[in-house]
């Protein structure tokens, strides 16, 4: 049976992905079941350059009426992009947020500045600039609310094929693993592929027959990761002595 990717994004970081797999990968069947749903919060935002740690956080600063037309920090280049749309002067960390707090201290720049984010996050980013000296503030923009697996992913999951699950942060790992776990009838291979370590250490001991861990968090190494994992699913299926 040939494999399946099934993206539990929210539809508008999903979609885009999903293009550009195929753009990479050819022909392939993809499911979308987005175990998050982005509910805009009203915020009042506190003067300071914005910092964003992802393409929502840029939105949701807006959307609470934040002044688009200066310059911003941003997390990496996908984000950088979707600040640059908005009319922001984007400098991106090319990396993860403990990239962007060394360019945000190596840049000299004083603040204050504010992190513009979703309510549940990873690390409390506007502590640890605050802490070594730049004096920075949270603003929650949006909600990133659980869902649970669509019927076809359910449906998908329940199948023999092969199912290729790319996963971008530790809450959806973590809410997928709980969404698996209760359904006895979920038996499909998994191949799963982790945006980073902490993603990986929220799947615990899940059983994967394969789990692979992008070499830089990003959109790019996450599609070579989905590739690799089809190329070894496919292997599985070829059975002994396919290479």
């Known amino acids: 049976m ?3 990717i099934l993206l539990t994004r929210p ?3 999903a979609r885009p992905f999903a293009d550009a797999l195929r753009a990479q990968l050819g022909a392939v069947r993809i499911v979308q079941s987005p175990l998050l749903r982005i509910e805009w919060l009203a915020a009042d935002l506190p003067g300071g350059v914005p910092i964003f740690t992802s393409p929502r956080g840029v939105e949701g600063f ?6 688009a037309g200066g310059g911003c920090w ?3 280049d996908a984000t950088a992009r979707a600040a640059t749309e ?3 002067t984007a400098r991106s960390a090319s990396g993860d947020a403990k990239a962007l707090v060394a360019a945000i201290l190596e840049s000299g720049e004083a603040g204050p500045f504010v992190h513009a984010r979703g309510r549940h996050a990873i690390a409390d980013l506007a502590a640890i600039l605050s802490d070594a000296g730049r004096e920075t503030r949270s603003a929650v923009v949006y909600d ?3 869902q649970p697996l669509t019927p076809e992913a359910r449906s998908l999951l329940h199948g023999k094929a092969p199912v290729v699950l790319p996963l971008f942060s530790p809450r959806t790992a973590r809410h997928f693993v709980k969404e698996y776990r209760a359904d006895p009838a979920m038996r499909a291979p998994l191949f799963i592929a982790a945006m ?3 993603v990986r250490d929220a799947l615990g001991d899940v059983d994967a027959r394969a789990l692979s861990i992008a070499t830089h968090p990003d959109a790019q190494a996450m599609r070579d ?3 690799g994992l089809i190329d070894a699913a496919r292997r599985l299926e070829a059975g002994p002595g396919h290479k």
């Open 2 to 4: 040939k494999p399946v």
């Open 11 to 13: 539809h508008t970081a």
């Open 62 to 67: 807006v959307r609470a009426g934040g002044d």
């Open 74 to 76: 941003c997390v990496g």
């Open 86 to 88: 908005a009319g922001f």
């Open 144 to 146: 990133q609310v659980t």
């Open 196 to 198: 980073s370590a902490a």
């Open 225 to 227: 990761a989905v590739q």
